[in-house]
């Protein structure tokens, strides 16, 4: 299984990153691919995950109203837009893919497959 991530960065508060991953070599017939991230000291936490066969979303109350999650099935590319970042934003964002069962990709809180990691860094 490859998630490769791309898009990270340092931004002022207020910016804008878009974020990337390529996903591949994985076999769920039914899943859910989303985006998590790790702050210095915290636990990984979900930011927003898409549910490939319906499209339909879910969001951290954070991310609600400034980032939109989406999936391209044709390119496996899952994009995770973040608008108006805060420096609570600050974190290494994961690119994930969790199987859909048991209504846990209805909660976005872990993945069975994980990508490298892009830095996200957001000034004040």
């Known amino acids: 299984v490859q998630l490769v991530e791309s898009g990270g960065g340092l931004v002022q508060a207020g910016g804008s990153l878009r974020l990337s991953c390529v996903a591949s070599?994985?076999?769920?017939?039914?899943?859910?691919i989303g985006w998590f991230r790790q702050a210095p000291g915290k636990e990984r936490e979900g930011v927003s995950c898409i549910l490939v066969r319906d499209s339909s979303t879910v969001y951290q109350d954070s991310a609600k109203g400034r980032f939109t999650i989406s999936y391209d099935i044709a390119t496996n590319t899952a994009i995770l837009q973040m608008n108006n970042l805060a420096p609570e934003d600050t974190a290494m964002y994961y690119c994930?893919?969790?199987?859909?069962?048991?209504?846990?990709?209805?909660?976005?809180?872990?993945?069975?497959?994980w990508g490298q990691g892009t830095q996200v860094t957001v000034s004040s």
């Open positions: 994930g893919v969790l199987e859909a069962q048991y209504g846990r990709e209805e909660h976005c809180l872990w993945a069975d497959y």
């Open positions: 070599g994985f076999s769920f017939d039914d899943y859910a």
